[in-house]
């Protein structure tokens, strides 16, 4: 065993910053994603970027270089979109396929991009880079304009949470660096973009295969007075992923028992910070205990914060095990706290070759907790490309979706908006393990019940969860017999005018009538062999 | 609100990772190649599980001309820390004399590393193998999932990969298939260093400059670890101040001439350098995509 095992004590009253650990390196991350159509530029904005930033060397040079004469698209010029094509395929189709992440610095911050795919068919890609980004740069071709492509990109950026935009219009050499065309698209995208809710909005005019407005000005477009990229890029705030202002929270990833005397629960702390001698609660069991260490390979600490990976041991013997969540209780917004649900409202993006349907059981992670999941309901599409609401019985791949999950266990969760890290979750399919959808917890609805009581329940079972369309259609059917036979109730007692008489046809009817229904619909099918459930859900009649 | 630099992100997220796996796979293995990355994953490991032992053994491929410093190193590093570590050799690739001198680099790489890696993890039953390649290393790398499914015949698809929004891994796997596992994807060589300096983490020494036995043959140092490389007519072995930026086979690795002698000689040489640090890797030019090949057949 090493001499770390032997415990020390290292006060850390301060936020850990680089000093108070003693590192060299103050520089913070930003991760950023790139995303555009097709011949937009992508690639070639990240490779010129690279190479402004010194981040090509001479011999990757040398070898794009000879990639550029053979297979370049810019006539034996140096391609800078070749720099960052790395599969096979792409360099043969000239495409970017799959999310690439590509690493830069700057005296300031390093940076991580993720450059992007803007086909459709790789949607999940372009979310999969925009999951951890803080910001997207999203290239315009100036002589295009905006296309459908870029409100479908800026849908899925905003869906996956990022809130800062560049927008980028790229080959401002091709229209005469004309300052006209430059404003009209930055007015026309603050347009579209409204209802995503951005942060914050930059457009900046650029030619990336030149270098106008990466690095430094353009002495071609005098009358832009903004940042360039890269000093735009090195002036955006981060977001911690994890808010340090909300209530602890931190989801068990794994017990560590070395030995009998040691038991601790380690994690990744998702929001906010605990210190030594904190009461904290486990979830979803509800039980109490306080914090008696926290401990690091470096020594014990006083204290730790959100996105911080360490270990807690608790003062009392209680039972946590993987996927369970410490949280201490504090007077936050109701939805920011987590909350133990196995009935959720969520948005999904379809990632998943499969359309997804309703009744279909999936894998469920969240967090670091994993249990079976049924989709009971769908209440919409997105369109996103209008960005409106559409009604939908199946959300096929790439869809944006509104629907209700009910999980086989309740699992301990946030709103997406409020914490990714307990608020965002993917669906896995149960036989080919693929990932089939990335999910976003959305508030509860004002009409829920806090509580589902065992009435609610039976009734969610039989007519489909609260507010969706199937429970609408049932009901519909079951207000419908209700109505008839209260309708032959009452002619039989105008015409006998005999209560108990009445009552008696009335309930034959509720009774009676479904029953014979049945017995002729066997029958018809015995004579016609043939079965339409269009025809067998007009019951009532 | 402060930022965590960007360092100590790294550190948590492959932290994160290293204990995700430990959660979620049956038998889980550190792919351990001596070098400095592997030194690190190691440090993030130790961090990752402690107090305890590492809950699992380190694995090393050797191909019998690795450098006699590194075995050294390596057999140091496993006492002092108390590791479990399984040495493995691919036999056949002995008996049938596969060696980078007379083989060629591409044959021997193939035989003694990719062969040796597949013969070892099944031979264990190794479910997720532990690696520390980078992103930053090589274009196929940066294209690579952080958990790489790979088939029962250890073969990666670079087209059918699963996304991975946030940190949602998906950890699922059938009977058979297994995973390639990278804690250090989203870090540079710049932080691999600057970790290595701010951790004192020990390192092979063959990373710093010294005056060392050299052969320069087709523009690249080759440094004469042993008797086993045969001089070329002409050729003769001089003493040059140089060191390694990466460490494979010897006859393989390229040395840089460099006056580098602490970590912050290191830093400072790498900062102003016009190379790729791959570069004297004679194993990376053969041919275009030639890694994406290279791990599509199961190389790491």
């Given at each position: 065993?090493?001499a770390?095992?032997?415990?020390?004590?290292?006060?850390?009253?301060?936020m850990?910053?680089?000093?108070?650990?003693?590192?060299?390196?103050?520089?913070t991350?930003?991760?950023?994603?790139?995303?555009?159509?097709?011949?937009?530029?992508k690639?070639?904005?990240?490779?010129?970027?690279?190479?402004?930033?010194g981040?090509?060397?001479?011999?990757?040079?040398?070898?794009l270089?000879s990639?550029?004469?053979?297979l370049g698209?810019?006539?034996?010029?140096?391609?800078?979109?070749?720099?960052?094509?790395?599969?096979?395929?792409?360099r043969?189709?000239?495409?970017t396929i799959?999310v690439?992440?590509?690493?830069?610095s700057?005296?300031?911050r390093?940076?991580i991009?993720?450059d992007?795919?803007g086909h459709?068919q790789?949607?999940?890609?372009m979310?999969?880079?925009?999951?951890?980004?803080?910001?997207?740069?999203?290239?315009?071709?100036?002589?295009?304009?905006?296309l459908?492509q870029t409100r479908?990109h800026?849908c899925?950026?905003?869906?996956?949470g990022?809130r800062?935009?560049?927008?980028a219009v790229?080959?401002?050499d091709?229209?005469?660096?004309?300052?006209?065309?430059?404003?009209?698209?930055?007015?026309?995208?603050a347009?579209?973009?409204?209802?995503?809710?951005?942060?914050r909005?930059?457009?900046?005019?650029?030619c990336?295969?030149?270098g106008d407005?990466?690095a430094?000005?353009s002495s071609?477009?005098p009358?832009?007075?903004g940042?360039?990229?890269?000093?735009?890029?090195d002036?955006?705030?981060?977001?911690?992923?994890?808010?340090?202002?909300?209530?602890?929270?931190?989801p068990?990833?794994?017990?560590?028992?070395?030995?009998?005397?040691f038991?601790?629960?380690?994690?990744?702390?998702?929001?906010?910070?605990?210190?030594?001698?904190?009461?904290?609660?486990?979830?979803p069991?509800?039980r109490?205990?306080?914090?008696?260490?926290?401990?690091?390979?470096d020594g014990?600490?006083?204290n730790?914060?959100?996105?911080?990976a360490?270990?807690?041991?608790?003062?009392?013997?209680?039972?946590?095990?993987?996927?369970?969540v410490?949280?201490?209780?504090?007077a936050v917004?109701?939805?920011?706290?987590?909350?133990?649900?196995?009935?959720?409202?969520a948005?999904l993006?379809?990632?998943?070759?499969?359309?997804m349907?309703v009744g279909?059981?999936?894998?469920?992670k969240?967090?670091?907790?994993?249990?079976?999941a049924?989709l009971?309901?769908?209440?919409?599409?997105v369109?996103?490309?209008?960005?409106?609401?559409?009604?939908?019985?199946?959300?096929?791949?790439?869809?944006i979706?509104?629907?209700?999950?009910?999980?086989?266990?309740p699992?301990?969760?946030?709103?997406?908006?409020?914490?990714?890290?307990?608020?965002?979750?993917?669906?896995?399919?149960?036989?080919?393990?693929?990932t089939?959808?990335?999910g976003?917890?959305?508030?509860?609805?004002?009409?829920?019940?806090?509580?589902?009581?065992?009435?609610?329940?039976?009734?969610?079972?039989?007519?489909?969860?609260?507010?969706?369309?199937?429970r609408k259609?049932?009901l519909?059917?079951?207000?419908?017999?209700?109505?008839?036979?209260?309708?032959?109730?009452?002619i039989?007692?105008a015409?006998?005018g005999?209560a108990?008489?009445?009552m008696?046809?009335?309930?034959?009817d509720?009774?009676?009538?479904p029953?014979?229904?049945?017995?002729?619909?066997?029958?018809?099918?015995?004579?016609?062999a043939?079965?339409?459930?269009?025809?067998?859900?007009?019951?009532?009649? | 609100?402060?930022?965590?630099?960007?360092?100590?992100r790294?550190?948590?997220?492959?932290?994160?990772?290293?204990?995700?796996v430990?959660?979620?796979?049956g038998k889980?293995?550190?792919?351990?190649?001596?070098?400095?990355?592997?030194?690190?994953?190691?440090h993030?490991?130790?961090k990752?599980?402690?107090?305890?032992?590492?809950?699992?053994?380190?694995?090393?491929v050797?191909t019998g001309?690795?450098?006699?410093?590194?075995?050294?190193?390596?057999?140091?590093?496993?006492?002092?820390?108390?590791?479990?570590l399984?040495?493995?050799?691919?036999?056949?690739?002995?008996?049938?004399g596969?060696?980078p001198?007379v083989?060629?680099?591409?044959?021997?790489?193939?035989?003694?590393?990719?062969?040796?890696l597949k013969?070892?993890l099944?031979?264990?039953?190794f479910d997720?193998?532990?690696?520390?390649?980078?992103?930053d290393?090589?274009?196929?790398?940066a294209k690579?999932?952080?958990?790489?499914?790979?088939?029962p015949?250890?073969r990666?698809?670079?087209?059918n990969?699963?996304?991975?929004?946030?940190?949602?891994?998906n950890t699922r796997?059938?009977p058979?298939e297994?995973?390639?596992?990278?804690?250090?994807?989203?870090?540079?060589?710049?932080?691999?260093?600057?970790?290595i300096?701010?951790?004192?983490?020990?390192?092979v020494?063959?990373?710093?400059?010294?005056?060392?036995?050299?052969?320069?043959?087709?523009?690249?140092?080759?440094?004469r670890?042993?008797?086993?490389?045969?001089?070329?007519p002409?050729?003769?072995?001089?003493?040059?101040?140089?060191?390694?930026?990466?460490?494979?086979?010897?006859?393989?690795?390229?040395?840089?001439?460099?006056?580098?002698?602490?970590?912050d000689g290191?830093?400072?040489?790498?900062?102003?350098?016009?190379?790729?640090?791959?570069?004297?890797r004679l194993v990376?030019?053969?041919?275009?995509?030639?890694?994406?090949?290279?791990?599509?057949?199961?190389?790491?």
């Amino acid at each position: 065993m090493d001499a770390a095992f032997q415990q020390a004590t290292m006060p850390d009253a301060a936020m850990p910053d680089a000093a108070a650990h003693g590192g060299r390196d103050a520089r913070t991350l930003l991760r950023f994603i790139t995303c555009g159509s097709v011949d937009d530029g992508k690639s070639t904005l990240i490779g010129r970027l690279l190479y402004e930033a010194g981040a090509v060397f001479d011999d990757q040079l040398t070898a794009l270089d000879s990639d550029s004469a053979r297979l370049g698209t810019t006539g034996g010029a140096r391609d800078f979109a070749l720099l960052v094509d790395g599969l096979a395929a792409e360099r043969e189709q000239g495409i970017t396929i799959d999310v690439a992440y590509r690493y830069f610095s700057t005296p300031r911050r390093s940076f991580i991009v993720a450059d992007t795919p803007g086909h459709e068919q790789y949607t999940r890609n372009m979310a999969t880079g925009a999951s951890t980004a803080d910001a997207a740069i999203l290239l315009v071709d100036a002589r295009k304009g905006l296309l459908a492509q870029t409100r479908r990109h800026s849908c899925i950026v905003a869906a996956m949470g990022v809130r800062q935009i560049v927008v980028a219009v790229n080959k401002m050499d091709l229209v005469g660096f004309d300052e006209g065309v430059f404003r009209a698209i930055e007015a026309e995208y603050a347009r579209i973009a409204a209802p995503l809710g951005f942060l914050r909005i930059t457009a900046i005019p650029v030619c990336a295969r030149e270098g106008d407005n990466l690095a430094a000005g353009s002495s071609r477009m005098p009358w832009y007075r903004g940042e360039a990229l890269l000093p735009l890029l090195d002036m955006i705030e981060p977001g911690a992923r994890g808010a340090r202002d909300a209530a602890f929270a931190m989801p068990v990833q794994w017990v560590n028992r070395p030995d009998a005397d040691f038991r601790g629960f380690s994690g990744t702390i998702a929001s906010g910070q605990v210190r030594r001698g904190d009461v904290v609660t486990v979830l979803p069991s509800g039980r109490e205990s306080s914090i008696a260490r926290i401990v690091t390979r470096d020594g014990d600490r006083e204290n730790a914060h959100a996105d911080e990976a360490v270990t807690l041991v608790l003062a009392d013997e209680v039972d946590v095990s993987r996927g369970d969540v410490l949280t201490a209780a504090s007077a936050v917004r109701a939805s920011a706290r987590p909350r133990t649900r196995d009935v959720i409202e969520a948005r999904l993006i379809v990632t998943g070759e499969a359309p997804m349907r309703v009744g279909a059981a999936f894998l469920v992670k969240l967090g670091t907790a994993m249990t079976g999941a049924t989709l009971t309901a769908i209440r919409d599409m997105v369109d996103i490309e209008s960005y409106a609401s559409v009604a939908a019985e199946t959300l096929g791949m790439n869809a944006i979706g509104h629907v209700t999950l009910r999980f086989d266990k309740p699992l301990v969760l946030t709103d997406f908006a409020a914490n990714a890290v307990l608020g965002g979750f993917i669906l896995i399919d149960r036989a080919t393990n693929e990932t089939r959808a990335f999910g976003f917890v959305l508030p509860d609805p004002p009409m829920r019940m806090a509580r589902e009581t065992p009435l609610a329940r039976l009734v969610a079972r039989g007519f489909g969860p609260a507010g969706s369309a199937q429970r609408k259609a049932r009901l519909e059917v079951v207000t419908w017999r209700l109505f008839s036979a209260l309708a032959v109730a009452g002619i039989v007692a105008a015409l006998t005018g005999m209560a108990a008489f009445a009552m008696i046809a009335g309930l034959a009817d509720l009774v009676l009538r479904p029953l014979a229904r049945m017995l002729h619909h066997a029958l018809w099918l015995k004579l016609h062999a043939r079965q339409d459930a269009e025809l067998l859900d007009g019951g009532g009649i | 609100m402060t930022v965590m630099p960007h360092l100590r992100r790294l550190e948590a997220e492959a932290i994160f990772i290293l204990r995700e796996v430990v959660a979620t796979a049956g038998k889980p293995v550190l792919l351990y190649s001596i070098g400095k990355d592997s030194a690190v994953l190691l440090h993030l490991a130790l961090k990752a599980f402690h107090p305890g032992r590492l809950p699992f053994p380190l694995l090393h491929v050797d191909t019998g001309w690795k450098f006699r410093e590194m075995i050294t190193f390596r057999d140091e590093t496993v006492r002092r820390l108390g590791l479990d570590l399984i040495v493995h050799v691919n036999e056949e690739g002995v008996r049938a004399g596969i060696n980078p001198v007379v083989s060629g680099s591409r044959l021997h790489t193939d035989v003694m590393k990719t062969q040796g890696l597949k013969q070892a993890l099944d031979k264990y039953g190794f479910d997720a193998a532990f690696g520390g390649a980078r992103r930053d290393e090589e274009k196929s790398r940066a294209k690579e999932r952080i958990f790489s499914l790979r088939s029962p015949g250890h073969r990666w698809d670079p087209k059918n990969q699963r996304p991975e929004p946030w940190a949602l891994f998906n950890t699922r796997k059938k009977p058979g298939e297994s995973f390639r596992v990278f804690p250090l994807s989203n870090w540079t060589e710049a932080d691999v260093w600057a970790y290595i300096a701010q951790e004192d983490i020990p390192v092979v020494p063959l990373y710093f400059a010294k005056t060392r036995p050299v052969v320069r043959r087709g523009g690249t140092l080759i440094m004469r670890d042993d008797e086993r490389l045969p001089l070329l007519p002409g050729e003769g072995v001089e003493n040059r101040m140089i060191r390694f930026r990466t460490l494979g086979c010897y006859p393989l690795t390229g040395a840089i001439e460099s006056e580098a002698s602490t970590l912050d000689g290191i830093i400072a040489e790498m900062n102003a350098s016009r190379a790729s640090e791959r570069q004297g890797r004679l194993v990376d030019h053969d041919g275009m995509a030639s890694m994406e090949a290279k791990k599509q057949e199961g190389y790491f």
